[in-house]
């Protein structure tokens, strides 16, 4: 398909995402009483996938995010534009639960 550097699981994209909002929290915390502070309810990401069928995870398709500095153009591979709507439920920061 294509050079497995370049690509990122979906799973694991997801999973980054997940930790960041987590350490905005976190730092959140950290903020003096008068700076603002966002609540964060919901996220929308729209990516450009690529669906390989991987025969050595019993058959299942594998979802994959081409890292930002691959060049897609000059791959031999079909594109998807996926677009998820995730909510986001409470984060928990320091025992207690933010949102």
Do not use: C
């Not at 959140?28 to 990401?45: G, H, K, N, Q, W």
């Amino acid at each position: 398909m294509s050079d497995e550097t370049d690509l990122v699981p979906l799973t694991t994209a997801i999973a980054g995402l997940r930790r960041q909002l987590k350490n905005a929290a976190e730092q959140a915390e950290e903020l003096a009483p008068d700076e603002p502070r966002f609540r964060i309810t919901s996220v929308e990401l729209e990516l450009t996938v690529v669906a390989e069928d991987s025969t050595s995870a019993g058959g299942e398709v594998g979802w994959w995010i081409f890292k930002a500095k691959a060049d897609v153009a000059a791959k031999d591979v079909v594109t998807h534009k996926v677009k998820l709507a995730l909510n986001v439920g409470d984060i928990e920061v320091g025992g207690r639960k933010t949102g």
